[in-house]
């Protein structure tokens, strides 16, 4: 008989790792299963139910005059043959609303285009410059950016006024501008505080100036930023009413305004009302979807030092 009894030995692991957790029971990964299904459930109702209207819109805009006045258009889902491009034809042939359209994009592109540029460069040194009343500035910035527009409503347009400029889409483009940098050199601010202080000490080691960082370093790890600011100022300023009432003449509507007027007689203008606010919104929505990558990686980004 031995006198040694047999003693299991215990399971070594390498220095510095932890044996693994214990595998989840029946229960829990059933759980789990549940709460991960009823969480993408609720996003897919929640996101149906926002495009609820959009739906509707576009399918009001397919349908004729009669057909719309007649029936609500959910009915399109048992009749079909209801859905016609005959409103789209007639919106191409209208040439105040592809007018109005056109003079969108040219108050829009030059606005967003602006903003991010002088945002750009003018975030830099906010962000990386030591100066004497930086702090001044940046609260100055901070309560621009909560100034209502309405307030510089009357005092904007009587300086245009007295520059000549009043009721062109130069004006309407300056007074987004105007409105758009503050927010738009906070947020680039912000990004560019989250870039490692090490790349720019490095590069201005190696003899770098300020303009040199700010092109080769700076604005290409910020272009989700750019992105991101690109797509909040662009439609901001395609769906604005308020400024277009105010500044642009009746020739340099954008299609807002063009579409406001034709409220004045909806029921017998659905026609034209529904395709030039289908296509209004389209756009924007557009826009968005091409940059969302970049959006979120704005979003997810970090933090500032």
Request: net charge positive; no cysteine; proline share 9%.
């Amino acid at each position: 008989m031995s006198l040694f009894a047999a003693v299991e030995a215990p399971e070594l692991l390498p220095a510095g790792t932890e044996p693994p957790p214990p595998a989840p029971s029946r229960g829990v990964r059933a759980a789990r299963r549940f709460a991960r299904t009823a969480a993408q459930a609720a996003l897919f109702i929640v996101g149906l139910w926002w495009l609820v209207p959009t739906v509707g819109l576009a399918v009001v805009s397919l349908r004729g005059p009669a057909a719309n006045s007649g029936a609500g258009w959910w009915t399109v889902l048992t009749e079909p043959t209801q859905l016609t491009l005959r409103n789209y034809r007639g919106l191409v042939a209208d040439g105040r609303l592809t007018h109005a359209l056109w003079n969108t994009v040219l108050i829009s592109v030059p606005a967003t285009v602006l903003v991010v540029a002088i945002g750009a460069v003018a975030a830099y040194p906010l962000a990386w410059l030591a100066f004497r009343g930086r702090h001044a500035v940046m609260l100055t910035l901070a309560g621009f950016v909560a100034v209502p527009v309405q307030t510089a409503l009357i005092p904007d347009a009587r300086l245009f006024a007295a520059f000549g400029v009043a009721g062109t889409i130069p004006a309407v483009v300056a007074f987004h501008v105007a409105f758009g940098l503050p927010f738009a050199v906070l947020l680039l601010r912000n990004f560019y505080l989250a870039i490692p202080p090490d790349l720019i000490e490095a590069a201005r080691i190696d003899g770098g100036g300020e303009l040199t960082i700010l092109r080769r370093i700076v604005l290409p790890l910020a272009k989700p930023a750019l992105a991101s600011l690109a797509v909040f100022e662009f439609v901001w300023v395609w769906n604005d009413l308020i400024v277009a009432l105010v500044f642009a003449r009746p020739d340099n509507a954008p299609i807002t305004l063009a579409l406001q007027e034709q409220m004045r007689s909806f029921p017998s203008n659905v026609d034209v009302i529904a395709p030039g606010a289908f296509v209004s919104m389209a756009v924007p929505l557009l826009v968005f979807f091409v940059f969302q990558r970049s959006f979120t990686q704005s979003a997810l980004a970090g933090s500032p030092r």
